[in-house]
């Protein structure tokens, strides 16, 4: 009578790898799916205007406010109305005062705008370290125990 042979302990750990390698082509298929419907809800204009109806609201008649031009006023442009406007308003003509720039105030200058600049470049670092830490956190799949025995 011949006998099948039996597992042995590294055939039983590559079966396993095998078992978590499934599990985690699986995981990682939905997870995929699940951050693509995520990024579409997040770019849908619709899905902020119903979580936030007031907010919306507000955002757009401050935007109506500003974006929309205000009713124009028509001068007369003949002669003779442009004239009696001339001689009522006095005309003055002034050269613009000279700026003194000192080379103390041009290094400030330099080197509040260079720190500025320094600023919100490591600022746009840390937030993009930030986001990326936490999209490869959404995509890695949680680790499973394996029961042995």
Known sequence: ?????????????????RQQMRT?????????????????RLMDWRYYVRRNPWTSISIAAFLGYFLVPGRTVVFP??????????????VTVQPPPEKKTSLLGSLLSLGVNAAGKAALAFAGQ????????QAAQMTQPQPQEVQRG
Do not use: C, H, W, Y
């Open 1 to 17: 009578m011949a006998t099948s042979p039996l597992p042995t302990a590294p055939q039983i750990e590559a079966d396993l790898v």
């Open 24 to 40: 985690i082509r699986r995981d990682l298929g939905e997870n995929v799916e699940d951050l693509v419907v995520q990024a579409e």
């Open 77 to 90: 442009t003949d002669d003779t109305a442009l004239s009696k406007l001339a001689e009522r308003i006095p």
């Open 126 to 133: 840390q937030v993009g370290k930030f986001i990326g830490d």
